[in-house]
Nanobody
Framework: QVQLVESGGGLVQPGGSLTLSCRAS????????MGWFRQAPGKQRELVAG???????EYRDSVKGRFTISRDNAKRTIYLRMNSLKPEDTAVYYC?????????WGQGTQVTVSS
């Protein structure tokens, strides 16, 4: 069973940057298409970005040009570089298998964008 641990969140001012990390243990990480998801208070969890096993990427429209997803299979880790952060990016961020998100959810990492 794959276990996921997210890290790197924090409090940042609007316009700031953060890099999130998600390390996976167990399973054959390199073959999985992975994704970053987020859930804001009172809202449903949504896909933010995805990356295939070969490195192709996708982004939701609201983060295109600001966020970059990447992966390091040797480290069993995916990353989310977030630039030009906005208050509406505030949420708990999670990683999981892209589709379906079938692994057990980790604890997530809180990102708060506020002045």
């Amino acid at each position: 069973q794959v276990q996921l641990v997210e890290s790197g969140g924090g409090l940042v001012q609007p316009g700031g940057s953060l890099t999130l990390s998600c390390r996976a243990s167990g399973g054959m990480f390199s073959i999985y298409h992975m994704g970053w998801f987020r859930q804001a208070p009172g809202k449903q969890r949504e896909l933010v970005a995805g990356i295939t096993s070969s490195g192709s990427t996708e982004y939701r429209d609201s983060v295109k040009g600001r966020f970059t997803i990447s992966r390091d299979n040797a480290k069993r880790t995916i990353y989310l570089r977030m630039n030009s952060l906005k208050p509406e990016d505030t949420a708990v961020y999670y990683c999981n298998r892209r589709a379906p998100p079938s692994f057990n959810w980790g604890q997530g990492t809180q990102v708060t964008v506020s002045s």
